[in-house]
């Protein structure tokens, strides 16, 4: 297996160095494995924190930035950060406002916010959670517990933070993006596996010649495998999947995802087919975005993650954001 690394043990640090050196904007504790937007804390403004395991990026550092996240808190590769680092990122950026942890639902990163929320409390910083499950492959199983936070995570970074940005308080960022989350639904494809460093090969087997549907961003196993299908019958299956679930009564935002390994042409290819089946179901799309945003390493597939929104949603997606992987309107 080729990979551009050093040493396994120092892939996390390496990658932070980068970004220290590549955007100025943020300050990149190596150490304490703690990003932070420059100007944090801002006045008055509400701080959002996020995090998980490396491997996923742009999420979660690549968001941290004007309208969209305060700090993100990498873990080693897949494995969730600790307590500490959320503790001192929330430290950093608390203004007195409060600080809104946005948690993807696995077992660890729930522990370790929560015991997060517990230190930061008795530190007098106030803080709230909002838990992301958007993933409908699974709702159950021994590899979960319950549904999996994926695409969401991204919908609810985005619009909760420009309602920060904006000064709305604490207890309404925090009913926001509780309701990003309740109107937004995922599905993913693995077309091969991904690998992590400490490995150095796939994390699981998939025969050539086949793919996972449903699969977890860790590579968890999805609904079932079957013969490879084409970029037209994956929209379609995908699709269904997200729609029979959300059942949208308005409009939506849509992410086409890249899994890491998986080119743009191809994914935009399939986004044309995405944009096909949810014309045939009689659902608008208000905004689209293609690309590696929620990604698995090298995992070569895709994902589709719908959020219904209101004419309130839109308006705070539209808002302006820079961060290293999402920008415009600044």
Not at 15 to 22: C, E, F, K, V
Not at 109 to 125: H, R, S, T
Not at 214 to 240: K, L, Q, Y
Not at 309 to 319: C, I, N, P, Q, V
Request: proline content about 6%; hydrophobic content about 45%.
């Amino acid at each position: 297996m080729r990979m551009l690394i050093n040493v396994p043990e120092t892939v996390v640090a390496d990658a932070l160095r980068g970004m220290a050196a590549t955007h100025p904007e943020l300050t990149v504790d190596v150490e304490g494995r703690v990003i932070v937007r420059r100007d944090a804390p801002v006045a008055g403004k509400v701080a959002l924190v996020s995090g998980g395991g490396s491997g996923h990026e742009p999420l979660h550092g690549g968001f941290v930035g004007t309208g969209m996240l305060d700090a993100a808190c990498p873990g080693e590769v897949f494995t969730s950060p600790v307590p500490d680092q959320m503790v001192k990122a929330a430290a950093a950026v608390d203004s007195g406002q409060g600080v809104l942890f946005v948690v993807k639902n696995y077992t660890g990163d729930v522990l370790n916010f929560d015991m997060a929320m517990e230190l930061a409390e008795d530190e007098g910083v106030r803080v709230a959670k909002v838990l992301v499950d958007d993933d409908v492959a699974v709702t159950d199983s021994t590899h979960t517990a319950g549904r999996r936070g994926t695409g969401a995570t991204l919908f609810v970074e985005k619009i909760a933070g420009a309602a920060a940005e904006e000064g709305a308080p604490l207890e309404r960022v925090e009913a926001i993006a509780r309701q990003v989350n309740a109107s937004s639904r995922s599905f993913g494809v693995a077309l091969s596996a991904c690998s992590t460093p400490a490995k150095g090969g796939p994390t699981f087997a998939l025969p050539d010649g086949e793919l996972e549907l449903g699969v977890g961003i860790h590579g968890e196993p999805g609904r079932e495998r079957r013969p490879m299908m084409t970029s037209r019958e994956i929209a379609d299956f995908s699709v269904d999947a997200v729609l029979e679930d959300l059942r949208p009564t308005n409009p939506v935002l849509l992410l086409v995802g890249g899994a890491g390994a998986t080119p743009l042409l191809e994914l935009y290819g399939f986004a044309a087919e995405v944009h096909r089946v949810l014309a045939e179901r009689g659902v608008p799309v208000l905004r689209s975005l293609v690309g590696n945003y929620v990604t698995s390493l090298d995992m070569a597939g895709c994902a589709v993650t719908l959020c219904q929104a209101d004419e309130e949603l839109l308006r705070l997606w539209d808002a302006p954001v820079r961060t290293p992987a999402l920008r415009w309107g600044l």
